[in-house]
């Protein structure tokens, strides 16, 4: 167990040192009406339904029947899971590389996460890679777009269709990112989006979850905003339910329903940046940027991520990164943390000492967590290098840039 090690840093604090000729997104780019918004609030006295209004132009805009606003992605995929209502016990298949906020929810809920390995040369699960892992305790797999790539989709489907599993997508890497002309987040069942400070629809805080379905809806509601109380007559709220108040905050709507207003024109942008990035990054031998399936008519990344080939340089992966660091480009790093399975130590530690639901019953086998429970995802992290301030405010200069302070590192370290 690590003791008094530095705590995790989020938002712009984590990026402070961050600064150089390559831009990032700090400071944001914030809607033009923001500030109209966020008086509207306060000339209301709080009586105006910001919330209401964001949900139903990110519903409007997504098109689809619902949008429940949420203080988060960790909090609107905990409400999801709750809303869902499986068993102690029961199987949640979940990608291996993503935020400790995918699994949050579930975990709480006493549902097993089984990760399902990485399809090889990129981040996220595939159908082939989920089949191994269902078991008759499976109720649904949770798809992750990691870095905005999304996953493919119609297989996952398919597959969860013959088993009769729930699909259902933590978008918030992928924000109006486009699978065969449908947006990352209608692919499914539901899908919870995050409007953290750092993600592509910056907005201080805040996420959401979307659905088509009514009862779903009705359930994400009761479950995640009304604290699982329903009003009874003569006596007033009635829990039948251990909810949760996880309502956004009318000031964040007000944030999110600026930003909302000026997301597409930047997605647009993100994705003629990443290509080029990519493009450019890949001309240098040895070193391979994520690939963009032809499936994705557009790419809406949060991160940029590169591989190198261990074999054609002298120098490790952290090494190149400190690298590219000391060439100018910010933040860039290695996602090991990402692999679930190793960073959530305290999954392996309740398997291990069958801590319920662990226990027999309500599980039904023994689990493992560790580095070796996704082999290709955790080979594939060893060598992969990103950097989450890759951003809307790139031009071409900065995509031939940062190529070019690839290139260099990549030459200054070859064998
Ligand atoms: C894939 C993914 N899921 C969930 C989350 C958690 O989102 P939030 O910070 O809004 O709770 C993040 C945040 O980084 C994420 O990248």
């Not at 449908?182 to 979307?210: H, P, Q």
Request: glycine letters at 8%; hydrophobic letters at 40%.
């Amino acid at each position: 167990m690590v003791v008094k090690a530095e705590r995790a840093k989020y938002g712009a604090a984590a990026y402070k040192d961050a600064v150089g000729e390559i831009p990032t997104q700090w400071p944001r780019t914030i809607g033009p009406n923001a500030m109209k918004y966020l008086q509207e609030v306060v000339d209301s006295g709080l009586t105006c339904d910001m919330i209401g209004r964001f949900e139903e132009a990110f519903a409007k805009e997504y098109g689809v029947k619902h949008c429940i606003a949420a203080p988060g992605c960790t909090p609107a995929l905990a409400i999801l899971a709750a809303a869902f209502d499986f068993d102690a016990g029961d199987e949640i298949i979940v990608s291996p590389v993503t935020d400790y906020g995918t699994v949050q929810g579930l975990i709480r809920e006493n549902y097993i996460p089984v990760f399902a390995d990485t399809a090889p040369g990129t981040v996220n699960l595939s159908a082939e890679t989920i089949e191994p892992c269902i078991t008759d305790r499976t109720r649904a797999i949770l798809v992750v777009h990691k870095t905005g790539l999304i996953a493919d989709m119609d297989p996952i489907n398919e597959l969860a269709d013959q088993h009769g599993l729930i699909v259902y997508e933590d978008a918030c890497q992928a924000i109006f990112g486009e699978y065969k002309g449908r947006y990352a987040g209608t692919l499914s069942t539901a899908a919870g989006f995050s409007f953290d400070a750092e993600k592509t629809m910056g907005s201080d805080i805040g996420g959401c979850v979307i659905t088509n379905d009514d009862e779903l809806n009705d359930r994400v509601r009761f479950i995640g905003q009304s604290r699982g109380a329903r009003m009874k007559e003569h006596f007033g709220r009635l829990h039948t339910e251990c909810g949760y108040a996880y309502r956004m905050p009318n000031c964040t709507a007000a944030i999110c329903l600026a930003q909302l207003e000026i997301i597409r024109d930047q997605v647009a942008h993100r994705d003629k940046m990443i290509r080029l990035l990519s493009e450019l990054i890949g001309e240098v031998p040895g070193v391979t940027p994520l690939p963009i399936p032809d499936y994705m008519n557009v790419y809406s990344p949060w991160m940029f991520g590169m591989s190198i080939d261990p074999e054609q340089f002298t120098c490790s992966a952290e090494q190149f990164a400190q690298e590219l660091a000391d060439g100018g480009i910010p933040a860039p790093g290695q996602g090991k943390y990402y692999l679930m399975p190793e960073a959530c130590t305290f999954l392996e530690e309740n398997a291990r000492n069958k801590v319920y639901p662990y226990s027999m019953p309500p599980a039904s086998r023994e689990y493992h967590y560790g580095e070796d429970t996704c082999p290709t995802a955790h080979v594939f992290l060893e060598n992969w290098i990103r950097w989450s301030t890759f951003c809307e405010k790139y031009q071409p200069e900065h995509c031939e840039l940062a190529a070019a302070i690839v290139r260099e590192v990549a030459d200054r370290n070859r064998k």
